[in-house]
């Protein structure tokens, strides 16, 4: 199948990783299914278009809103990106929450949202791309390097991505024989809104302190290896990409 045929459906995509992810794939000729999470983002999802409609005026782009953390969401999103390009080749999952407490102050409402939106969504995201991906497609879930961190504080963050190593690691031998790779990709701490709602200017020197360069890793350091993930490192799968700049390792 040519590149300029290729769909990927990009959750999360309008804004930091999505967003960058959204033009490095746009680079390539892969047509564009961007989901983003609420009406509060329609404003970056216009940007983000009238930018790929100027850079790149040949690309298919289409734009959903909805709120994944129920199954049914997810499966309504994939049948409306099918609906509309006939066919899904890549799938990337950003969406994520961070929640930054002592586990002695963290509320079954919070547990059960951070579940919601880290492990829930991703689960019922890869059940729908295992159904839907194209033979030879690419699905890309992101995780933290957290995974491979010894704190504490982000007990309920990294333990609700932590589900989705398995679930990768699984979906990668189920969907092997069709030639579908399916990996992790596990950022340091990036400088986004994302992260700085969370931290304190002296946590956030700190992180800095700790990644190659003296800064946070960089949206502009994730996409590319998701580019290439997507293209060239087809060969690679089940595997959780630590990209963090030595932030930290396992």
Same mark, same amino acid.
């Given at each position: 199948?040519?590149? #300029? ?8 995509? !309008?804004?930091?990783?999505? +967003?960058?992810?959204? %033009?490095?794939? /746009? ?79 963290? #509320? ?8 919601? !939106?880290?492990?829930?969504? +991703?689960?019922?995201? %890869?059940?729908? /791309? ?17 995974l491979g961190a010894f704190t504490g504080y982000y007990t309920s963050y990294a333990g609700s991505k932590a589900p989705v190593e398995h679930f990768t690691r699984g979906v990668s031998k189920e969907l092997q ?51 290439? %993930? ?21």
């Amino acid at each position: 199948m040519p590149s #300029s045929t290729k769909v990927a459906l990009i959750t999360g995509g !309008v804004k930091n990783l999505g +967003a960058q992810s959204a %033009l490095e794939l /746009a680079s390539v000729g892969v047509n564009l299914a961007l989901h983003y999470h609420s009406p509060g983002s329609e404003k970056a999802a216009l940007a983000l278009e009238a930018t790929l409609k100027e850079t790149h005026p040949s690309i298919k782009v289409r734009f959903y809103q909805d709120d994944l953390t129920s199954a049914a969401a997810v499966t309504k999103l994939f049948q409306d990106v099918v609906r509309d390009f006939g066919h899904v080749d890549i799938v990337i999952n950003t969406v994520g929450k961070v929640l930054k407490k002592p586990i002695t102050e963290i #509320s079954e409402e919070e547990y059960d949202a951070m579940f919601a !939106v880290n492990s829930k969504t +991703a689960f019922f995201v %890869l059940k729908e /791309a295992a159904a839907h991906v194209t033979d030879g497609g690419k699905i890309i879930s992101i995780v933290t390097a957290l995974l491979g961190a010894f704190t504490g504080y982000y007990t309920s963050y990294a333990g609700s991505k932590a589900p989705v190593e398995h679930f990768t690691r699984g979906v990668s031998k189920e969907l092997q024989a069709r030639r579908i790779s399916v990996n992790n990709i596990a950022p340091g701490p990036m400088d986004t809104p994302f992260f700085y709602g969370e931290e304190s200017p002296e946590a956030v020197e700190f992180h800095k302190a700790n990644g190659m360069g003296n800064r946070l890793t960089m949206v502009e350091d994730i996409a590319p290896i998701i580019r290439f %993930l997507c293209t060239d490192g087809a060969w690679i799968t089940g595997q959780t990409i630590f990209a963090n700049g030595g932030y930290t390792t396992r």
